[in-house]
């Protein structure tokens, strides 16, 4: 197998890469990017179709990737989110090695061995940028589902025609499993959707999208510390939506068009679902989740001394009405009699790091790191979620962190060489 020898590796090419890779570019680091598949794979790759951005085009932060100036109140297309970082990729001559798989990290003698499918490549220092999320979870009851019925995670997903004929049963009520069942009720599908206690956003809120207020209120700056329970940083985030311009999405908005809300699954005997009937339960969650967020602007809006105007009826979008809770729950699904033929799984996703052989984790397997510095000298991470802030995992916050990694590599460049001279 050949061999290739760098200053440092960096293992994915998505937004957190690329950011990494810009700042070392900048400051003349030689390095490699490898990625299983090409640049923004899982953008583009593993969405739906119809997929865009949930945060408005003003949380693009890159550095030097939009080339163009777009509306920063609108809502980036997958298709085009893409391209951004295909041609950012480009401005900078990335050096990026697509279609490489790493198999394992590990250490020989002083440099870090990355075996990978291709070749083995050797480096001083590796940056770990693929994210939090890697593999979709499946609940177990629904992972032996037989041939009558099509599994689909949310990253299978692609538009409702690709389906089999008949109802469909999506599973999870985060933003992914809300904008799924949306479009294939929108499509003319029987749609039954599967919620827990995701909470409701509303798009906007006295005058500014609900990203403005968590930045102007230093939510996207809070640290994993602030968090009661650590388990905190995988939960899912709030249903909401980019699509069409931006609004609030809302499960009892989703009922009232027609699809037909459940409680969580207990279990599965054949066809039939055994679910807990907490349906309102969950509804309640979803409101109290939106009613909190206006109290919170409205606090910071007073205590801060400025003005907004007070809420349109079209932000408080959502809410529930007098007969919103007036239904029978669900005890029993029969997908066979329902003729549901697709199960879509939108129940969130694992990461899995075991191809890293260092003792750099905690008790759930997640990395240890001081704003992704490990205890390993020269092992870091990027993008994961909750990793130094809020925004760390997401695209508005992971040039600040890229910056501040590509820093501390290069310190460490500095200090290996005056060792090596020294010698």
Not at 165 to 180: K, N, Y
Request: aromatic residues 10%.
């Amino acid at each position: 197998m050949r061999k290739t020898k760098t200053d440092v590796i960096v293992i994915g090419a998505g937004q957190a890469g690329l950011a990494i890779s810009y700042y070392l570019t900048k400051a003349k680091i030689e390095h490699i990017i490898l990625e299983r598949g090409s640049i923004a794979n899982a953008w583009k790759n593993e969405r739906w179709d119809s997929f865009c951005l949930v945060t408005p085009n003003w949380t693009i932060t890159l550095p030097d990737a939009l080339d163009s100036p777009v509306d920063p109140d609108a809502f980036m297309q997958k298709d085009d989110f893409v391209r951004l970082l295909e041609n950012w990729a480009k401005s900078f001559r990335a050096p990026v090695m697509e279609g490489v798989c790493v198999s394992d990290l590990s250490r020989t003698g002083d440099e870090f061995e990355i075996v990978t499918d291709s070749r083995v490549f050797f480096a001083n220092q590796v940056i770990i940028a693929t994210a939090t999320y890697q593999r979709p979870k499946i609940p177990q009851m629904l992972s032996n589902l037989d041939s009558r019925w099509e599994l689909k995670t949310a990253i299978d997903y692609k538009n409702p025609d690709s389906l089999k004929e008949g109802a469909v049963l999506v599973v999870g009520s985060g933003q992914s499993g809300c904008q799924i069942a949306e479009e294939l009720n929108n499509a003319g599908r029987s749609t039954f959707l599967s919620i827990g206690n995701t909470g409701r956003l509303p798009r906007r809120y006295r005058g500014a999208d609900c990203i403005k207020w968590q930045l102007e209120m230093g939510w996207l700056d809070r640290s994993a510390d602030f968090l009661s329970d650590p388990n905190k940083r995988f939960s899912g985030d709030p249903h909401l939506s980019g699509k069409n311009g931006g609004y609030t999405l809302s499960l009892h908005e989703l009922q009232s068009s027609g699809i037909k809300l459940l409680g969580r699954i207990d279990s599965r005997d054949g066809s039939i679902l055994e679910l807990r009937g907490d349906v309102k339960t969950a509804l309640q969650a979803s409101d109290r989740y939106a009613m909190e967020f206006r109290r919170s602007v409205d606090e910071f809006i007073s205590n801060s001394g400025r003005t907004a105007p007070l809420p349109t009826s079209s932000e408080l979008r959502g809410e529930p009405d007098d007969s919103a809770f007036d239904f029978e729950e669900i005890e029993h699904l029969d997908l066979l009699s329902e003729n549901i033929s697709t199960v879509i799984v939108a129940t969130g996703f694992e990461f899995d790091f075991s191809w890293v052989k260092f003792p750099v984790f905690d008790e759930t397997g997640y990395p240890k790191t001081n704003r992704g510095v490990t205890s390993v000298p020269g092992l870091y991470f990027m993008g994961l979620n909750w990793m130094y802030k809020r925004k760390s995992g997401i695209i508005y916050g992971v040039a600040d962190d890229a910056e501040y990694i590509a820093e501390r590599v290069s310190t460490s460049k500095q200090r290996y060489y005056s060792a090596v001279a020294e010698r």
